[in-house]
């Protein structure tokens, strides 16, 4: 899972520990781990709530959908 990676260096960049990311979202540090590790995956909006506290933002493309005409 992709997003997991990113949280992970996206924490490391900025120095944050799980137990600050504890403090500064809400979610547990287990929690929080399991979700870098990619054995869980948050709903959108916990995804968002982690990346605000990264100073990141979760952006959503559409589909091409003239992609997959023949």
């Known amino acids: 899972m992709w997003w997991s ?3 992970k260096k996206l924490r ?3 120095g944050l ?7 500064l979202t809400g979610f547990h540090q287990p929690y929080l ?4 590790n990619g ?3 948050p709903k959108i909006s916990t995804l968002e709530s982690i990346l605000k ?5 979760l952006t959503i493309q559409p589909l091409d959908e003239h992609r ?3």
């Not at 520990?17 to 403090?23: I, N, P, R, S, V």
């Not at 506290?53 to 933002?57: I, P, S, T, V």
Request: proline share 0%.
């Open 17 to 23: 520990t799980l137990a600050d990311m504890e403090k």
């Open 39 to 41: 054995k869980h995956s």
């Open 53 to 57: 506290e990264l100073d990141q933002e």
């Open 68 to 70: 997959n005409r023949s």
């Open 5 to 7: 990676k990113v949280i």
């Open 12 to 14: 490391k960049d900025k």
């Open 33 to 36: 781990s399991s979700l870098e």
